[in-house]
T-cell receptor, first 113, second 116 residues
Framework: DAKTTQPTSMDCAEGRAANLPCNHSTISGNEYVYWYRQIHSQGPQYIIHGLKNNETNEMASLIITEDRKSSTLILPHATLRDTAVYYCIVRTRMDTGRRALTFGSGTRLQVQP | GAVVSQHPSWVICKSGTSVKIECRSLDFQATTMFWYRQFPKQSLMLMATSNEGSKATYEQGVEKDKFLINHASLTLSTLTVTSAHPEDSSFYIC????????????FGQGTRLTVV
């Protein structure tokens, strides 16, 4: 899996957009960007993934730069329940079905009331 | 989405006893499951890969005789912590990948083990 770099922590006001960056400058052409989050004392939860196009689902949006060396996860209207550690993981799609995910330190997002 | 159920959510046991943690895939078959351990304020660390019908593969530094893994069916993997010690107290999490679509991994709720 390509190496990723994320800020250790971020704060966000409730109701505002939370923008979580991730650098993955060594990403390969067939590697996807995956985002997971872990709420305290729970198992991780899949959020979204993308290859090169921007993606949006009911949870978040994923913006990937044109050179694919970085991406941003956007939570459009953060709530207190979005307080969690967010993990950016880069890997091939086939690896998702075969190998365990490797978790870095992630970004601890604290949503403030 | 698919569901992975882990049981129990928490357990307290005495030193020297064994504890079994179950991980079930509820609506899909999981030929492979992964077991992680997470200490406070740390990230998830892979312990072992559980394979249905064959022996588990353990990560370096994980004692296979202490952490017994059994993957007896396509929907159930168990992790048994044998002769538990206080340093085994941790958050244990199982995961099963979506091998049909290769889109995401599904995680159990985790088991908080406290050894006293």
């Amino acid at each position: 899996d390509a190496k990723t770099t994320q800020p250790t922590s971020m704060d966000c006001a409730e109701g505002r957009a939370a923008n979580l960056p991730c650098n993955h400058s060594t990403i390969s052409g067939n590697e996807y960007v995956y985002w997971y989050r872990q709420i305290h004392s729970q198992g991780p939860q899949y959020i979204i993934h993308g290859l090169k196009n921007n993606e949006t689902n009911e949870m978040a949006s994923l913006i990937i730069t044109e050179d694919r060396k970085s991406s941003t996860l956007i939570l459009p209207h953060a709530t207190l329940r979005d307080t969690a550690v967010y993990y950016c993981i880069v890997r091939t799609r086939m690896d998702t079905g075969r190998r365990a995910l490797t978790f870095g330190s992630g970004t601890r997002l604290q949503v403030q009331p | 989405g698919a569901v992975v159920s882990q049981h129990p959510s928490w357990v307290i046991c005495k030193s020297g006893t064994s504890v079994k943690i179950e991980c079930r895939s509820l609506d899909f078959q999981a030929t492979t499951m992964f077991w992680y351990r997470q200490f406070p304020k740390q990230s998830l660390m892979l312990m072992a890969t559980s394979n249905e019908g064959s022996k588990a593969t353990y990560e370096q530094g994980v004692e296979k005789d202490k952490f017994l893994i059994n993957h007896a069916s396509l929907t159930l993997s168990t992790l048994t912590v044998t002769s538990a010690h206080p340093e085994d107290s941790s958050f244990y999490i199982c995961s099963a990948p979506d091998r049909e679509h290769n889109t995401e991994a599904f995680f159990g709720q985790g088991t908080r083990l406290t050894v006293v």
